[in-house]
């Protein structure tokens, strides 16, 4: 019975989180947005910040804050992704629909999973 009741909870739960996420405005920016070096261009609706990671590595990303919201990044090993905005909990997180390549970011921190390891990480604003 107690396995009945946890499961119905859960469902509850993810059933309400997608609620809320379905209906939140759509012009929140990512929360990027807070970072000093960020720039904004309002005829594009583009957030620009430059992430300088662990191992050297360098990641430029464009938030177009626009329908859909989307992330460009350029990563320093000659890489370049677009990615759509993704459900999260806390932050801003960008997927591709396998989820096979996923952008994290919250304030002036970012990290980057592939196929469900973490490839880059120790990002920071410059």
């Not at 620009?48 to 992330?71: E, L, R, Y």
């Not at 320093?76 to 759509?84: A, F, Q, V």
């Not at 909990?89 to 469900?116: H, L, P």
């Amino acid at each position: 019975m107690n396995i009945k009741i946890a499961l119905i909870l859960f469902v509850v739960i993810v059933v309400g989180a997608g609620y809320w996420y379905v209906n939140q405005p759509k012009t929140n920016p990512p929360a990027v947005q807070e970072i000093n070096n960020s720039t904004t261009t309002p005829s594009e609706n583009i957030i620009s910040a430059v992430f300088n990671c662990d191992k050297g590595i360098v990641i430029k990303a464009d938030f177009h804050n626009d329908d859909p919201q989307k992330v460009v990044l350029q990563i320093s090993d000659g890489r370049k992704i677009e990615l759509p905005r993704a459900m999260s909990g806390s932050g801003a997180r960008y997927a591709d629909a396998q989820e096979n390549f996923v952008f994290w970011n919250k304030g002036d921190t970012a990290f980057i999973e592939e196929n469900g390891t973490t490839t880059i990480s120790g990002c920071l604003t410059k």
